[in-house]
Nanobody, 121 residues
Framework: QVQLVESGGGLVQAGGSLRLSCAAS????????MGWYRQAPGKQRELVAS???????NYADSVKGRFTISRDNAKNMVYLQMNSLKPEDTAVYYC???????????????WGQGTQVTVSS
């Protein structure tokens, strides 16, 4: 029904930058909040950043000032610009979106398959 596909992960040295993209497709009526989560080995999945339909943003304290989330509502896409990357940012990053399907009432949460980000020291 709805697919979220992430791209842009990879290997980068500490201090470097990466830009993640996530495209939502399928039977989409509307998308509410979109966000990025990450999960490092042996740790729980945590919120990195989120953005509302109107553009209000929320960031984890650990990434404030370094990461920027943005979205393109016309293209059903969300982005995460990651600067000044640190080894502790290494994780699988997941895209998340609240989607109301076409001809449906109510919203369902969808997840992407994840993209690996590795930051070397």
């Amino acid at each position: 029904q709805v697919q979220l596909v992430e791209s842009g992960g990879g290997l980068v040295q500490a201090g470097g930058s990466l830009r993640l993209s996530c495209a939502a497709s399928g039977s989409i009526g509307s998308i509410s909040a979109m966000g990025w989560y990450r999960q490092a080995p042996g740790k729980q999945r945590e919120l990195v950043a989120s953005i509302s339909t109107g553009g209000s943003t929320n960031y984890a304290d650990s990434v404030k000032g370094r990461f920027t989330i943005s979205r393109d509502n016309a293209k059903n896409m969300v982005y995460l610009q990651m600067n000044s990357l640190k080894p502790e940012d290494t994780a699988v990053y997941y895209c998340n979106a609240g989607v109301r399907l076409l001809y449906s009432i109510g919203s369902t949460e969808y997840w992407g398959q994840g993209t690996q980000v590795t930051v070397s020291s």
